[in-house]
């Protein structure tokens, strides 16, 4: 079965409609004859979703995994679950990062939305505490229990109006499910075709191989002779944009042996170059044997991106600056300061070196916003800046957050 739109952890069909929730709806949630694997139910019989947990933050790009230890209650390995432990038995440790590898609990459902029944039935993913868990108060609320019952059936039944609360990070809507009314379904559905409609919610994971997954988990690859090198030319870049969180998470994971402690370091920008200092000098040696004596390394050039300040020339010759858009192959839609669009090559347009507009606002003191790893927002006060890196107070913590990932509380 073909993976859907790249996910990391899901296996769909490209045929099959994912939901994805924008604001209040009213849903009709259908069950499904259990396959294999389901925690809560047994095979051959019918239920309402389909739990399971992924890790977060994975890898280079940070994606989500499916965790081979809970998807077979225990009886497969998982190299982040060890590491975790590993991390958990030393007193020493992290404990934000521990927290940070432990598996996150999601679930599937089956629903059809009333409001767009044209899409047929869709698959819902999504995390348990922002709608599972409530859903879960009301079922089994005694007061509850025996209008609810049969709540979930393809003949009677009820549907779910969701009442939900908009949140925003970086300009991004997201939202939480806040409030479940049951009300009576308006039509029944035949069981003989919705049993046949969509995926068996038990046979959409992607659980990867122990070692496939270390490999990812440590960011480890292979070179064209099948050599195993630990670094790549891309993790030079991404140390300099690591919170202090990230870099010492990258530390661990590589074993990175540093010239003095890290306590000694007196700024996260200071520690991140010592890291570099060790990769490139590991980049050299896997190296040495591909390169000539005289090569040097090109230079880094910064990458053009929606939201990015820019500098091109127009028709007319008159240098203008502004904002890109929109980018669509090798041409990105630009904004210049006066307000009118303009297409052009990105191999024409240049950065200039004007600070992102929200980054500028954000100073020490300033209120601001942020979403965690579980989805969850937080608020909090600026108390310190340091380069990248902003030292947040929210009520007896302090966090360290990257300014690209915090929002102006207005």
């Not at 409609?197 to 496939?212: A, H, K, N, Q, T």
């Not at 590991?282 to 939201?307: F, T, V």
């Not at 090559?345 to 020490?364: C, F, M, N, Q, R």
Request: glycine share 6%.
């Amino acid at each position: 079965m073909a993976s859907l739109y790249g996910s990391t952890y899901l296996n769909l069909s490209k045929d099959t409609p994912q939901f994805e929730l924008k604001g209040k709806v009213l849903l009709d949630f259908l069950p499904y004859e259990v396959g294999k694997g389901n925690p809560f139910a047994d095979p051959g019989s019918f239920h309402y979703e389909r739990t399971f947990w992924v890790h977060k933050g994975i890898g280079p790009d940070g994606r989500a995994y499916c965790c081979p230890r809970e998807m077979s209650r225990g009886r497969l390995p998982c190299p982040i679950c060890e590491k975790r432990q590993e991390l958990r038995d030393d007193p020493n440790a992290d404990e934000k990062l521990i927290d940070a590898l432990k598996p996150k609990r999601r679930q599937l459902f089956k629903i059809i939305d009333t409001n767009n029944r044209s899409k047929g039935v869709q698959v819902w993913d999504f995390s348990y505490h922002m709608f599972g868990e409530l859903l879960v108060e009301y079922l089994t609320d005694e007061n509850n229990a025996e209008k609810l019952k049969d709540w979930c059936e393809f003949e009677g039944g009820m549907s779910l109006r969701l009442g939900t609360k908009e949140k925003k990070f970086n300009g991004r809507p997201y939202y939480e499910v806040t409030r479940i009314e049951f009300e009576d379904r308006r039509r029944d559905y035949d069981p003989n075709k919705m049993l046949t409609e969509g995926p068996c919610l038990d046979d959409c994971f992607r659980v990867l191989p122990y070692d496939d997954l270390k490999k990812v988990f440590l960011q480890t690859s292979e070179d064209a002779e099948g050599n195993k090198t630990k670094f790549k030319e891309t993790d030079v870049k991404a140390i300099r944009d690591m919170t202090d969180k990230e870099l010492h998470k990258f530390i661990i994971m590589n074993d990175i042996d540093l010239p003095q402690d890290e306590s000694d370091y007196d700024t996260t920008e200071d520690l991140a170059e010592a890291v570099i200092e060790v990769v490139k000098e590991s980049l050299s040696g896997d190296n040495a044997d591909k390169k000539p004596k005289n090569s040097k390394e090109p230079e880094e050039s910064a990458k053009i991106e929606e939201g990015s300040e820019v500098k091109w020339t127009n028709d007319d010759g008159d240098d203008v600056t502004g904002t890109v858009t929109e980018i669509k192959g090798k041409k990105a839609t630009v904004e210049d300061t006066d307000g009118n669009e303009e297409t052009v090559l990105l191999k024409d347009l240049a950065l200039t070196e004007v600070e992102p507009k929200e980054s500028a606002k954000i100073e020490e003191g300033s209120e601001v916003k942020w979403i965690d790893e579980d989805d969850d927002e937080h608020e909090g006060s600026i108390e310190k800046i340091k380069g990248k890196i902003a030292m947040v107070k929210e009520g007896k913590k302090t966090y360290e957050i990257k300014l690209s990932e915090l929002e102006l509380n207005e």
